[in-house]
């Protein structure tokens, strides 16, 4: 589990590095089965939390455990990414997220567009070998 959280962390560091090179990681967390980071360039940022359970009953029940905090739930569901995916846009603020699981695999991710979150959800599931 070890080797798999750091090399989808280190997929996800080197998408968001490549593609933004201006923006600053400014929260940066790791842990067993978690790693979290943030970066931030004036308004515009991307948070992305990686989960690897033991299994996959441990991922949904991480991705659940986000959704039942929210106050709007889960979002809008869609098919087009892991086993399961959802999607927000805040349309007052621009800002969009997608959090999606994919086997023991659970990615949440939150950006100041929606299709900024989407476009990383997608080269993640793609790079990181989790589609």
């Known amino acids: 589990m070890g080797q798999e959280l750091s090399n989808l962390r280190d997929v996800a560091k080197d998408i968001v590095e490549k593609q933004r090179p201006e923006w600053e990681l400014v929260s940066e967390r790791e842990g067993e089965k978690e790693s979290r980071y943030s970066w931030k360039s004036g308004r515009e940022g991307i948070s992305v939390l990686i ?9 949904k ?4 455990f ?10 809008k569901p869609r098919n087009d990414i892991g086993d399961e995916a959802y999607f927000w846009n805040d349309e007052k ?4 997220g997608i959090r999606f699981r994919k086997g023991k695999v659970y990615i949440d991710i939150n950006a100041s567009s929606p299709a900024m979150a989407e ?13």
Request: charged share 30%; proline share 2%.
């Open 93 to 96: 603020t621009g800002m969009g």
């Open 51 to 59: 989960f690897i359970g033991r299994s996959v009953v441990e991922a």
């Open 66 to 75: 986000t959704s039942n905090r929210l106050s709007v739930g889960p979002g």
């Open 61 to 64: 029940e991480r991705m659940d």
């Open 119 to 131: 476009d990383l959800a997608k080269r993640l599931a793609k790079e990181g070998s989790i589609e």
